[in-house]
């Protein structure tokens, strides 16, 4: 019965039942209540036929109703992804981050071309002027003795008696 559906089952049973209600009957030996049972008996098998197209019918009704609700679900789910993806890049800057997360949190919808969209629009951003590596004497000042300086405030940290370490 493993490869059985519930539906049918239940149909089944409804045959087997209806079979023995028809045999529960007072049996005659008169000729005529033998056909009276072939007849009860037929119409059991018409019940639990009847029964079976109906419990079929039903099975197909919950199923394209769960197909549906599934339809409805993804639709919402898309239309949360195209809605994240509208407001990148934010603070992101690493677009392989942000497909993995949008990947994994969107797995049913998400696309490549979801992922060509997010890296069109996260991208790194300029990591600015190279910063000055310089250092002062720690006998003549107090700490710190090191310092990474912005190019335009070398002049200012000179006057401070920093000067540009050697490389």
Do not use: C
């Amino acid at each position: 019965m493993a490869g059985i559906s519930k539906a049918e089952r239940e149909a089944r049973a409804a045959a087997a039942a209806a079979s023995e209600q028809g045999s529960e009957k007072p049996q005659d030996s008169s000729a005529g209540d033998a056909g009276g049972e072939s007849s009860t008996s037929q119409a059991g098998a018409n019940d639990a036929a009847a029964l079976q197209a109906q419990a079929e019918a039903d099975a197909k009704v919950r199923a394209e109703a769960e197909a549906e609700a599934l339809a409805q679900v993804r639709a919402e789910e898309l239309a949360r992804l195209v809605a994240a993806i509208a407001e990148l890049p934010g603070d992101y800057t690493d677009a392989d981050f942000v497909v993995s997360g949008m990947r994994g949190y969107f797995a049913e919808v998400f696309t490549d071309e979801h992922e060509a969209q997010i890296r069109a629009v996260v991208v790194a951003r300029d990591a600015g002027p190279q910063l000055v590596h310089m250092t002062r004497d720690a006998s003549a000042y107090p700490a710190p003795h090191t310092a990474e300086v912005h190019p335009d405030e070398v002049g200012n940290y000179s006057a401070g008696g920093w000067q540009i370490a050697a490389v």
